[in-house]
């Protein structure tokens, strides 16, 4: 009978439920919610799926972000210490000094050295850390997206430009709440709704310890983009001004197209070398749609290698939100951060709209400007959905997407000025 019980309770402690806290119980009913959001509202759920279900196995089964491991024993078979990703620590887990380390690793016994794996995700998120993800991110969104409408109206440069104020914004807030300099611009990066370049950044400037609320917030203010928006969008524009009615745009040629990422990629990257692997991408990805000469790679970067960067990266971003990493102050203060520069950047591109708007003497629809974030197509379709329910004759879509699109290299310009302060 002993022996059953004994059993029994192996059992139970083997069990999730022997080992969740009320975080990780917290954390699940997040995730959750994400889904339902995702699910059954139709908040961007090619983002919020992988990230939700990301977020609820990491709070299930933590082991599934585990780093590997490396134990050292003496001669004795005693351990001397584990080896996590950088850090070594003792038994107790304390992680020790180097002095301490090279002074244990005399007694160490090479032959008794062992090896464990880490968890599946935990690979994953090394593709984001080495920014391989974002940047093949940039080369699907670039061979999605039609550049045209910035090319016709460059003046959608100046829109997307803008809105990046709340990056710089939330810089210095970031800085009065007690961040550093390296993450505080890492933190940032958020106001421009860019979840690719928020984890391009952290991980350049070295703020790994961050990457997950960062990476987090950005994802999941680029998919409640319908939601934030829309109010602050219709408080600072009247009525009349959302039913303004846009030129139809210029036809923009082939040739234009094709120069168009050979060019921006010549001129930004000469100046902002650090911006190459992002916005490098991004043009790349866009030669190949316009190009014609390339189908086949345009096609595949847009759709089967987007799809599955996507759902690595989403997993793995949703799985670096366990409890004992995500429920933190820091962690809401990088949430507010991301949410304050995300409203200021909204806000900041509808007026500098509405400035537009009377120097062109009625001639841009200021509800444009909120698509200079670089959450590309969102923005551009909540433009086009508030411009629709002051006049559902108004189509603003088209034009949107120029500051949409200015708005993506802007964020990435923005990350590179970032990485050419601190020397990066």
């Not at 350049?204 to 990476?215: N, V």
């Not at 964020?411 to 990485?419: D, L």
Request: aromatic share 8%; proline share 5%; hydrophobic share 55%.
């Amino acid at each position: 009978m002993n022996e059953i019980l004994e059993i029994l309770q192996n059992l139970a402690n083997q069990t999730g439920f022997a080992n969740l806290t009320w975080g990780n119980y917290l954390m699940i009913a997040v995730a959750l919610v994400f889904l339902y959001l995702a699910i059954a509202h139709d908040y961007e759920p090619l983002l919020l799926v992988p990230i939700a279900f990301g977020m609820l196995l990491v709070n299930m089964y933590p082991s599934i972000m585990a780093e590997p491991m490396t134990t050292y024993y003496n001669a004795a078979g005693e351990v001397l210490c584990y080896l996590k990703g950088h850090e070594y620590t003792n038994v107790a887990g304390e992680i020790l000094s180097q002095p301490v380390v090279n002074e244990i690793m005399l007694a160490v016994d090479p032959t008794k050295t062992m090896e464990s794996a880490g968890g599946l995700l935990h690979y994953f998120f090394l593709l984001d850390e080495w920014a391989i993800l974002p940047s093949l991110i940039f080369m699907g969104v670039g061979a999605m997206t039609d550049f045209g409408p910035l090319i016709a109206n460059p003046k959608s440069f100046l829109l997307g430009a803008a809105a990046q104020i709340g990056i710089f914004a939330a810089y210095f807030f970031a800085i009065m709440l007690g961040f550093n300099g390296k993450a505080a611009a890492a933190i940032s990066i958020i106001g421009g709704a860019d979840g690719p370049t928020s984890i391009f950044l952290a991980a350049k400037l070295g703020q790994t310890s961050l990457m997950g609320p960062i990476a987090v917030a950005a994802y999941t203010y680029m998919s409640l983009v319908p939601i934030i928006q829309p109010p602050i969008m219709k408080l600072l524009t009247t009525e009349e001004e959302r039913k303004i009615k846009m030129e139809q745009l210029r036809p923009v040629s082939k040739l234009e197209k094709i120069l168009f990422p050979i060019i921006v990629t010549i001129v930004v990257v000469l100046i902002l070398p650090d911006t190459a692997p992002l916005l490098g991408m991004l043009m790349l990805g866009n030669l190949f749609r316009e190009c014609g000469v390339v189908k086949q790679l345009a096609e595949h970067a847009s759709n089967s290698l987007m799809y599955i960067v996507v759902i690595l990266l989403g997993t793995s971003v949703g799985a670096t939100t366990s409890a004992e990493a995500f429920l933190n102050l820091d962690t809401l203060k990088i949430v507010a951060l991301g949410l304050i520069a995300f409203a200021i950047g909204t806000a900041a591109g509808v007026l500098f709209g509405k400035l537009m708007c009377k120097l062109t003497g009625g001639k841009i629809n200021p509800l444009i400007g909120s698509a200079g974030v670089s959450a590309v197509p969102m923005a551009a379709r909540v433009s086009q959905k508030v411009g629709s329910e002051a006049d559902p004759t108004n189509f603003l879509l088209m034009h949107a997407m120029g500051p949409n699109v200015a708005g993506v290299i802007g964020t990435a310009v923005a990350a590179g000025v970032f990485m050419a302060i601190f020397g990066v």
